[in-house]
């Protein structure tokens, strides 16, 4: 990666050029662990998304400076911490562009895309977490990109900031773990459990310890067996390696893989066609994969190309921790 300004142990505030953002950039917050050996390491990343008001340093030392138990320190200290400058307005936040500027979500994505550039990060460990009114922001961004987050945590500081928050349909890979049990934690923990997923959990009920332990014991899953893709407002239309051809709110479509049988089963509603972005760790791409679509069955010849695994780590589908060398595409039928 490019190297970044950074103190070892210290919040050290950065100013970030990003296309698309007002001069002189997007305002950021680094601190890297004190024993911070970027030739020699790779190490979890953990992006704060600060409440409303807060400047990205002091979200920063608002985590870090927060009560915890005596054997998480050393995750604490060992960890990436990144925060970001988020909108004044904050019916910008749950968006990717808000007037014309760049939203709420396209703030987060820049400060995670700077981190990833200029930093050793671990791609199987990038956490979220929200402070206050942030929560609900974090949740939004999880539900954009939920493929690339680890883990969500909710750290509700001051009253029940999960306003407007997502649904969980598309949490399927994304644990969430909310730092008090108000009536919205545990609504979305029970529509959670209702999707099929039961990975939301709150701090009381958890028995994995606090927020860092939580964190170092849910690393993302880069194959996943099972996927769930329900639009919300023109987003997502990919989860990991499924894809819908629809951008409608009643579009929705569920896929598990079977790599045993070379088996992929899909339920799909309100779109004409799935996508598949395959790899040998999802599929035997030796052979031909079988492809159960509302009933359906396909025999799908996916093959491993240079070009499909180029293209998708330029657009970003792929990522360093996960790449797809092959692709399909299958028709949706009605149910039988």
Known sequence: PERTKVKKGKVVPLTEAVPGFAEPGLALGVRVPRKFRPRDEVYPLVLVVPPKGLA???????????????????????????????????AAWPTV??????????????????????????REHVHLVGLG???????????????RFASVVCLHLEDDELFGRPGPANFATVPVLFGLASDSALRFVT??????????????????????????????????????????????????????????RDSRAEATIDRDANRIEIVATGVASVGLF?????????????????????????????????????????????????????????AK
């Open 56 to 90: 990205a340093p002091a979200a920063i030392d608002r985590l870090l400076t927060r009560a915890i138990a005596a054997d998480e320190e050393d995750l604490r200290d060992g960890a990436l911490v990144v925060s970001m400058e988020l909108p004044s307005d904050l």
């Open 97 to 122: 562009t808000h007037e014309g500027a760049p939203g709420g979500i396209r703030h987060v994505l820049a400060a995670l895309a700077h981190a990833e550039r200029t930093l050793p990060v671990d």
């Open 133 to 147: 009114e942030g929560a609900m922001l974090a949740l939004h961004v999880a539900d954009f990109r939920p493929d």
């Open 191 to 248: 529509e959670n459990a209702n999707e099929g997923h039961d990975n939301a959990v709150t701090a009381p009920s958890s028995t994995e310890g606090g927020e860092w332990t939580w964190m170092a014991a849910h690393p993302r899953d880069a194959a996943p067996k099972r996927v769930v893709v329900r639009p919300g407002i023109s987003f997502p239309t990919r989860v990991h390696w499924l894809s819908v051809d629809s951008n409608a």
């Open 278 to 334: 395959l790899n040998d760790d999802l599929v035997d791409l030796d052979r031909a994969v079988e492809v159960v679509v509302n009933g359906t069955t396909n025999r799908v010849s996916a093959y491993r190309e240079w070009v499909t695994a180029i293209d998708r780590m330029v657009d970003g589908t792929s990522d360093p921790g996960r790449v797809y060398v092959a692709e399909a595409r299958v028709p949706v039928k009605a």
